[in-house]
């Protein structure tokens, strides 16, 4: 396994991408959720390179160590989208798997209904996109979030923050998890223009979209309980709407899949080793 190695992305529209490579074999890309970046896929897990992957992951635009959008509104998937075929075409992959969380899963299936001859197999882990119900209830809770990153930091986007859905026992792991992922973001502006762009997009038109995705597929869900933001019902939903796709979620009260890095990269090591 060699050691990993950071490099820079320009894509199409200027925008530079900052991303790692680990390990040597079958490529595999992660892609991280809004606000956060590339460390949160599989939580720092080194399991995918050391079993004999290539694991390339990246700071979406606007994120961690990337660069702004060139606008604030250039964060839609097609953008996102456009951005993965970018860092697959600089490290000359023709085909790879791919595995993201949340905004990273609906690249992801954004992606893979534009290019399905790039995309070997997918791990789509705690999708919240439900066509059916996008934008009923308007952007107020994303604006908020993005006015308080932009006017208070850190602590201003925790303020802002629902907490109300979230039991007392999970709340302070909420709470730790959400301060490092904040602190990670050289452009915290860009990360609140982001807050405002991604959730008005639509990564796909309707659930029988993802009929067309021919590969092999995982789907990753969380229970509400713990992560009512990405609820179980519309996990659900895509595994059911992909051929073949397989359901994976934690069982009754237990920390989700999602947030532990190992137990997560050895349910995506047992899709992606599958792959011809």
Known sequence: MSDAVELQVRARD?????????????????????????????????????????????????????????????????????????????????????????????????????RPDRVAAVALITPA?????????????????????????VEGFVAAYDLDGIPQRWRETVLTV????????????????ALEAVPRSRPFESIDDLARLAVPALVVASRDESDPGHPLAVAERWAQAIPGARLLVEEPGASPIAWQGGQLSKALLDLFQSVR
């Open 14 to 114: 200027g925008t530079m991408l900052c991303a790692q490579v680990a390990g040597e074999g079958r490529p595999i890309v992660l892609l991280h959720g809004l606000t956060a970046t590339r460390r949160y896929v599989v939580m720092g897990s080194r399991v995918l390179e050391r079993s004999g992957h290539r694991v390339i992951s990246y700071d979406a635009r606007g994120h961690g160590r990337s660069g702004p959008a060139p606008t604030p509104s250039a964060y839609g998937y097609e953008l996102l989208a456009s951005d993965l075929g970018d860092v697959l075409d600089e490290l000359g992959i023709e085909r790879a798997s791919l595995a993201g969380a949340s905004m990273g899963a609906h690249t992801i299936a954004r992606f893979a209904l534009d």
């Open 178 to 193: 959400l301060r490092q992922r904040l602190a990670g973001h050289l452009h915290p502006d860009a990360v609140a223009d």
């Open 129 to 153: 996109f439900d066509p059916r119900t996008h934008g009923l209830h308007g952007y107020a809770d994303w604006d908020a979030l993005a006015r308080g990153l932009r006017e208070g930091g």
